[in-house]
Nanobody
Framework: QVQLVESGGGLVQGGGSLRLSCAAS????????MGWYRQVPGKQRELVAT???????NYADSVKGRFTVSRDNAQNTVYLQMNSLEPGDTAVYYCNLHISAWNYWGKGTLVTVSS
């Protein structure tokens, strides 16, 4: 059974930093594309960043230059380093694992940025 467990969310002041982690189990992690998405109430879930099995990354325009996605295949973990946080970054952040035709999601971790 595939499990994705996020951690690292919390309350931070604007301009601060947080690092999210997502630990995967039950799947061959190294062959997957990993991603972070976020969602606020009443809005669609949106892409934040992805990293492929080969290490190529992709970012939403709104987080470019502030967020960095990385992965540690030995630890089956993907990270999201978030710097210069803004109140607009407040959301529930979800970890995603995509492999072949399958998508798996974590339960999410709340990030709240105060002004």
């Amino acid at each position: 059974q595939v499990q994705l467990v996020e951690s690292g969310g919390g309350l931070v002041q604007g301009g601060g930093s947080l690092r999210l982690s997502c630990a995967a189990s039950g799947i061959i992690f190294g062959d997957s594309t990993m991603g972070w998405y976020r969602q606020v109430p009443g809005k669609q879930r949106e892409l934040v960043a992805t990293v492929t099995s080969g290490g190529s990354t992709n970012y939403a325009d709104s987080v470019k230059g502030r967020f960095t996605v990385s992965r540690d295949n030995a630890q089956n973990t993907v990270y999201l380093q978030m710097n210069s946080l803004e109140p607009g970054d407040t959301a529930v952040y979800y970890c995603n694992l995509h492999i072949s035709a399958w998508n798996y999601w974590g339960k999410g971790t709340l990030v709240t940025v105060s002004s």
